[in-house]
């Protein structure tokens, strides 16, 4: 870093990291259904897996889910939730949300279910003793890093959380205790749209980051 090319080459990484941060989108309609390279998800998996972690628990784990039978029992399952979701709306939100495609768990390839393990590293996990979630935060920081690994790969990513914990350990033979935190469409895809799906159907808008920052005590700007 100290010599005198390195400021050449470090503003491109920074440069390219920020536009992969901001062309990641959640994708749903756009996956190809074409495969991943093997090499490509190697690269995505060790990504995620490189993910900072409380008492370095690691507590996370990658079912890699190829199988159309089961991806096609799991598309049941979430379209019976999204009836669930859908029964509590009424008037435009009802008619806005009927328009939202919430899961591309058929056109993509392959999916990713993450899990969590809160016993991996235990009992003494260290930094978890007064917030239990950490571990789940660190689960978290896994999927992030996969989800910007993969978009810069080219590959799309769409996290489908339309489903019962109890559904899914059953289908995929999770051991009880270990939680399943998301199931991840991942594959090749046409586009990466510029806008995110909920703001382009008018269900929510983003917020502006200057309302999201604080100076020294909440809500004062
Ligand atoms: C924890 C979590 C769960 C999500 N579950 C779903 C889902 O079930 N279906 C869906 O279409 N999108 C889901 N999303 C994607 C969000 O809707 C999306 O991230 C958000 O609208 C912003 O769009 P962007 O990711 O393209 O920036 C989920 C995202 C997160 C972080």
């Not at 749903?28 to 008492?55: K, M, N, Q, W, Y």
Request: aromatic letters at 8%; glycine letters at 10%; hydrophobic letters at 45%.
């Amino acid at each position: 870093m100290a010599d005198g090319g390195a400021a050449g080459t470090v503003r491109p990484v920074i440069h390219g990291l920020y536009d992969v941060i901001h062309r990641r989108r959640d994708v749903r309609a756009e996956f190809t259904g074409e495969a991943v390279a093997p090499d490509t998800l190697e690269r995505i998996l060790a990504a995620a897996h490189a993910a900072p972690s409380v008492g370095l628990s690691q507590p996370w784990d990658f079912v890699l889910i190829r199988s159309g039978e089961v991806r096609a029992a799991f598309h049941e399952h979430v379209r019976a939730e999204r009836d669930v979701f859908a029964a509590t709306l009424s008037g435009a939100e009802a008619e806005r949300f009927a328009r939202i495609k919430i899961d591309g768990v058929l056109e993509a390839g392959l999916s990713i279910v993450v899990t969590y393990d809160p016993q991996r590293g235990g009992p003494a996990v260290l930094g978890r003793h007064a917030i239990a979630d950490a571990g789940l935060y660190s689960v978290c920081l896994a999927i992030q890093n996969l989800w910007l690994a993969a978009t810069a790969e080219g590959l799309g990513v769409g996290w489908v959380s339309f489903y019962r914990e109890d559904f899914l350990r059953d289908l995929l033979g999770i051991p009880a205790g270990i939680r399943p935190v998301a199931w991840l469409c991942v594959g090749p895809v046409s586009h990466l749209e510029r806008v995110p799906d909920l703001e382009r159907h008018g269900w929510r808008q983003r917020r502006p980051l200057d309302l999201a920052v604080h100076a020294d005590r909440w809500g004062s700007r």
